[in-house]
């Protein structure tokens, strides 16, 4: 018997399938009894175990599976064979499915779709109107905290950057490199990713499908 949650008889249909909203059974973490979480269509979409949960109008469905301490916000989706676990989360309009793995502290928000076999962990982050397919690339244990450098593919602005507080293209992240001393290792060490990212992401364009939909995509 799962005496984390319930399924309620509130109902939302997405693609000829039942969601039904959970509702807390007991408190944990910053649940209370009684409080309504967002929409599973299954029991194996979110774990007994632990402090997942499904928050506001989010959705987990299909195979997919939220459990340990993971999120799910806002009007988030999690759907295919997609993972979220750890403490890791997925909110606003962020979509992630395929078979996508989202865990460690790293987040998906924003309008950001993941799909195919990406994979998202440590304290990565895929924000804004991001997109990809599998070809989100990140460092671990970069500059002076040993945190996460995360790069993806913006439709209209081309390669992001994503380091603690610095969010901008790839361009804006070289200027802000620059402004450190010139004998700082770690601006070293920032310029000489910022050469091997631009290697990786030659022969890259933006593909726009039929549904209007964009992805980076090597040609």
């Known amino acids: 018997m ?7 008889t509130d109902t939302i249909i997405i693609d000829d399938v039942t969601l039904y909203r959970i509702k807390a059974l007991r408190d944990f973490y910053d649940v209370s009894k009684g409080d309504l979480g967002g929409y599973i269509e299954k029991e194996s979409n979110l774990s007994a175990i632990g402090n997942a949960w499904v928050h506001g109008n989010a959705c987990v469905h299909e195979n997919a599976l939220v459990y340990e301490n993971a999120r799910v916000f806002g ?13 890791a989360c997925v909110h606003e309009n962020a979509r992630v499915f395929e078979n996508t793995r ?15 076999n990406s994979l998202v962990s440590g304290d990565a982050k895929v924000f804004g109107d991001m997109k990809t397919d599998g070809d989100i690339k990140w460092y671990n244990r970069v500059g002076s905290k040993n945190g996460t450098l995360t790069i993806t593919h913006h439709k209209d602005t081309g390669i992001m950057i994503s380091r603690g507080c610095f969010i901008g293209t790839l361009k804006e992240f070289k200027v802000k490199v620059k402004q450190k001393d ?6 070293k060490e920032y310029l000489g990713l910022i050469k091997v990212i631009k290697e990786f992401y030659k022969g890259y364009k933006i593909i726009t499908f039929k549904n ?3 992805f980076m995509r090597k040609v």
């Open 2 to 8: 799962n005496y984390k949650y319930e399924l309620t």
């Open 75 to 87: 009007d988030a989706r999690v759907f295919g064979n997609a993972r979220v676990f750890g403490n």
């Open 102 to 116: 989202v865990f460690g502290d790293a987040g998906v928000f924003g309008n950001a779709l993941v799909s195919g």
């Open 182 to 187: 010139k004998d700082c290792k770690y601006r």
């Open 212 to 214: 209007n939909m964009k």
